[in-house]
């Protein structure tokens, strides 16, 4: 199946399915990345040993030379001092401006090499092969960006891929709480957009949870979906796309405050799509929004409380530090019934308080 992204003069496929990685090469020559140049694939030290070997395989063998760098897994590689060593190795194995960068793994090396791709020589070709549930969302859109030890994702670029090449057999290996993780940014996509696809997940949550392929497809589809309509109406966050970070502000907050790796990002984000449909029913959503958003996120096992002992000042500071925070205001998204969202610049700093008291 694909699915096409279109920005203005430009589009580029996403396609969803099994058995890809081996046929690479056909996908990459389709989508119009040159074999004269080399490639780097950037992957982590726990997808590497599954998948890597099997992508080199398949690219040299359709004709493509490659390098590879593998990171260690994990949030911290999405660091200025791994960037450096992924320039370093791309300069090295000299790659030039008709070389493609290919992520091969999840949002973390997506993001990274992504971040590589969009600022190396001002910007080289990019390949996404997403390898987790939560890159439905990470490889569509271009954000690209690696994390200041303060905040989250705060250096960056916005540099789109040529390719989405999302093979769905590489899930088996994911660990469940990485399943549910990811399954937090996919209902997040119904609870902004579509009450519908929303009410599904929550339906099919078990067979999701179970990875059955039928549904991960369909899901990961409408997922990837809804995230490329919604890029497509707005590339640069100008105003729509802020609605694609419901739950992010308090969710990076709480990802900083634990300290990066301690929440994975969808958990956090989970927490925060709780607190924003109880903000969103006290300014006057639909009720039960809270009530109905909280079954959605437990049926897919995801948190939705804090620990007492998490500080809400530390947590409001790391949200003043947040990229949402604009001319002076804080911009929140809040639900005003499920798959309807507002971006709210009016929310009291004081309803947001009393909203994390009342998750702990
Ligand atoms: P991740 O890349 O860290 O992957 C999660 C874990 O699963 C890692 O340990 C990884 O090594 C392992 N893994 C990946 N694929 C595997 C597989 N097939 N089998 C076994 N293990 C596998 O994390 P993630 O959840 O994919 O992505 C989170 C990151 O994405 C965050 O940094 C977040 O900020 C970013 N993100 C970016 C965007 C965007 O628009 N750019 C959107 C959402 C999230
Ligand atoms: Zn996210």
Same mark, same amino acid.
């Given at each position: 199946k694909t699915l096409t992204v279109e920005l203005g003069e430009r589009s580029y496929p996403i396609v969803i399915g099994g058995g890809l990685l081996d046929r690479a090469a056909d996908y990459l020559r389709q989508a119009g990345v040159p074999d004269k140049s080399p490639l780097m694939i950037v992957s982590d030290d726990n997808v590497a040993p599954l998948y890597l070997e099997r992508l080199e395989s398949a690219l040299s063998g359709g004709g493509y030379r490659v390098v590879s760098a593998v990171v260690p897994a994990?949030?911290?590689?999405?660091s200025l001092t791994v960037y450096n060593d992924l320039v370093t190795r791309a300069i090295e194995a000299g790659l030039d401006r008709s070389s493609a960068i290919l992520a091969l793994g999840g949002g973390v090396v997506g993001d990274l090499a992504g971040f590589v791709a969009g600022t190396y020589m001002r910007g080289i070709r990019f390949v996404q092969v997403p390898t987790t549930i939560l890159a439905h969302d990470s490889s569509v859109g271009g954000k690209v960006a690696v994390n200041h030890p303060l905040a989250k994702n705060m250096i960056g670029v916005f540099h789109q891929p040529e390719l989405v090449l999302y093979d769905v057999d590489t899930l088996n290996t994911l660990p469940p709480r990485e399943v549910r993780a990811g399954l937090a940014e996919m209902v997040k996509h119904g609870l902004i957009w579509d009450r519908e696809f929303a009410e599904w997940c929550w339906n099919n949550a078990p067979r999701l949870l179970d990875l059955e392929p039928e549904a991960l497809i369909y899901g990961l589809e409408r997922g990837c979906a809804i995230k490329a309509q919604i890029v497509s109406r707005d590339e640069r966050e100008n105003? +729509? &796309?802020?609605? +694609?970070? +419901? %739950?992010?502000?308090l969710g990076h907050a709480i990802e900083a405050v634990a300290g $990066? %790796? &301690? $929440? +994975?990002h969808g958990e956090a984000i989970a927490v925060g799509m709780a607190a924003a449909a109880l903000l969103g029913e006290e300014r006057g %959503?639909?009720?039960g929004l809270y009530a109905e958003t909280m079954l959605m996120l437990r049926a897919l096992e995801l948190p939705v409380t804090l620990p007492e002992d998490m500080d809400t000042e530390a947590l409001m500071a790391a949200m003043q530090r947040d990229k949402k925070f604009r001319e002076g205001r804080m911009v929140y998204i809040v639900p005003?019934?499920? %798959?309807r969202v507002e971006i709210a610049s009016d929310v009291d700093a004081d309803a947001v308080r009393d909203v994390i008291e009342r998750l702990k």
């Open positions: 994990g949030e911290q590689s999405k105003d +729509l &796309r802020a609605i +694609l970070n +419901l %739950g992010h502000t $990066y %790796g &301690r $929440y +994975l %959503g639909e009720t005003s019934e499920i %798959g």
